[in-house]
């Protein structure tokens, strides 16, 4: 268990100890706080909706970018032998980096929550609601996050490994959106796959298993399988 | 200590290692020589379990590599080739993280980390960042997180690789010092190095193990062809056309000229004659001066070269 920790403290410092973390919260905070509050007056209620749906689709393109480092920089480093030879399972290296990246985005929500406040003084937002869109956004970026660590462990180039989580996230955001093109039992099926069908959910209030199972066996099977993909090295 | 039985590689399709098997017996230095792309990086790859083998096994204190990988790989320090290290960490930082990965603990073994940086002469650079540093220091903080854990068994790929001579035998004399107590294995394509430090040799060439023994047993069992070479003035047509009918003279390897009637003669030697005194005596019979004359032994150099060059392959 500490071997886990250690790895993500030390990753974890590594976003601060070079202009990454920056970059990402400064930016993050401007586009999400700008996009919020020149749509907040015109909505004219006090809740934070908006600000949920704009920072699923901003996270788009974020959390690629804040994961796309993990694991092809070792790669291309040569870091992963150092890493590799250690006596450490594999499955611990992927969720040392995993948990680094996602407290970096952690922080990074937690940040606008100062729009949760500036809201409270104008009007009476619902916190029940407001606590639900979080729960479900943190689930929201721990998919979006396995996937990037995934696509990371594949390749030693950043900018392809950046590509493909995008790609694959952004397929699995659009799918609730194509439904209406499908004839009814894909439909289904689509829509259950969807990260944003279950966000929905979620966001109302209704935390119900269907979702969170939905959530978690997302991130085990992109985990898993990035954990296939640094075995692979041994495979015959 | 180590033992690899029968052990084959491939990348694809193409052979790395061909079914290789060595023992290395506990507090020996084992110096793995051969050219690169011979198959060095890849047999220790396969031993610090970052790679597994296509076929065969290895095994570390009767722990085999792949099924009690992690036993293994506890009693292994490691230096990769061209000693990759976390560019954005220092020095101190980076020795604490490999030290906490290896203890499974956020506390650091402070005596330990003082232990190492002394050891291995980091002292003036600790709070440095490992992008700051020249090449010879990476190669020793490469060298202290192998060490960091105490390990029976150390394994260095490269570990002189662009470093200017003084730090080469910096490096050199620490794996001299460390070999009295532990197993190390050097892969290097440095002649001089493996002669100067390893009990044993390995050379290794397109995957096979093609030497095996003591620097000198090597010397011994591949000597031979030995060379003389002289230099001398006066007469030489003479001397040169008599010369080759000396008992023990194969064949002049070269002829240099030097000055005008000076010139520099490269003779082969047939195996255990020493052909020197007759070489003298047809100078004086052919009224040649004779300047200069030494005889030079087959060195690790030649030996490699005959095992590892494009002659061995004709």
């Known amino acids: ?236 | 200590m180590i033992s690899v039985q029968n052990l084959t590689k491939y990348y694809g399709t193409s052979l790395a290692v061909d079914n290789i098997s060595f023992d290395i017996a506990k507090g020996t230095v084992v110096g793995f020589l051969g050219p690169n792309g011979a198959g060095k990086s890849t047999t220790v790859r396969i031993i610090t379990c970052y790679l597994a083998p296509t076929s065969g096994t290895v095994q570390v204190d009767d722990n085999d590599v792949m099924t009690e990988s992690l036993e293994v790989r506890k009693k292994i320090g490691y230096l990769p080739e061209s000693a990759p290290l976390y560019y954005d960490m220092n020095v101190v930082d980076h020795i604490k993280f490999v030290q906490s990965m290896r203890l499974g603990s956020a506390v650091s073994n402070g005596h330990r980390i003082k232990e190492v940086i002394d050891i291995c002469g980091l002292g003036d650079v600790v709070r440095k960042n490992v992008a700051e540093l020249s090449k010879g220091y990476r190669q020793r903080l490469g060298l202290a997180q192998a060490l960091v854990h105490d390990p029976e068994i150390l394994i260095l790929d490269e570990p002189t690789v662009g470093l200017d001579p003084n730090q080469i035998i910096e490096i050199r004399n620490l794996i001299t010092e460390l070999g009295k107590e532990k197993t190390i294995i050097l892969c290097s394509h440095i002649l001089p190095e493996v002669e100067a430090t390893c009990g044993r040799v390995l050379i290794i060439n397109e995957g096979k193990i093609v030497a095996d023994g003591t620097p000198t047993e090597l010397q011994s069992s591949f000597e031979g062809k030995g060379r003389i070479i002289i230099q001398a003035k006066n007469n030489l047509d003479q001397f040169i056309e008599k010369s080759t009918q000396i008992a023990g003279i194969e064949r002049i390897v070269n002829t240099r000229i030097i000055t005008e009637n000076l010139k520099e003669i490269d003779f082969e030697t047939i195996k255990g004659i020493d052909p020197r005194e007759d070489i003298f005596k047809l100078c004086i019979e052919n009224q040649t001066v004779l300047l200069e004359m030494k005889r030079e032994e087959t060195s690790l150099e030649d030996i490699f070269r005959q095992l590892t060059g494009k002659e061995q392959l004709q």
């Open chain 1, 1 to 236: 268990m500490n071997q886990i920790l250690v790895l993500a403290k030390k990753e974890f410092r590594s976003y601060f100890d070079s202009p990454v973390a920056y970059v990402v919260i400064t930016l993050f905070l401007i586009i999400a706080g700008w996009q919020f509050s020149s749509t907040m007056f015109l909505n004219n209620t006090a809740d934070l909706r908006s600000l949920f749906s704009i920072t699923k689709f901003i996270l788009l393109f974020f959390i690629p970018a804040v994961s796309m480092r993990l694991f092809s920089e070792e790669k291309r480093g040569g870091t992963l032998e150092i890493l590799m030879t250690l006596p450490v399972k594999d499955w611990k290296l992927v969720l040392g980096k995993f948990l680094a990246a996602y407290a970096l985005i952690l922080v990074t929500l937690v940040l606008t929550g100062i729009h949760y406040i500036s809201i409270s003084s104008m009007g009476d937002p619902d916190f029940g609601a407001s606590m639900g869109g979080y729960i479900g956004l943190a689930l929201v970026v721990g998919v979006y996050l396995s996937i990037g660590i995934f696509t990371s462990s594949l390749t030693e180039n950043q900018i392809i490994a950046f590509i493909m989580a995008f790609v694959i996230i952004f397929i699995f955001f659009m799918l609730d959106k194509l439904v209406f093109l499908m004839p009814g039992f894909l439909a289904n099926i689509l829509e259950f796959l969807s990260i944003d069908y279950h966000y929905n959910n979620i966001s109302r209030g209704v935390i119900d298993s269907r979702n969170l199972i939905y959530y978690f066996s997302m991130i085990f099977m992109f985990l898993f399988l990035t954990v296939q993909v640094l075995e692979s090295r041994k495979w015959k």
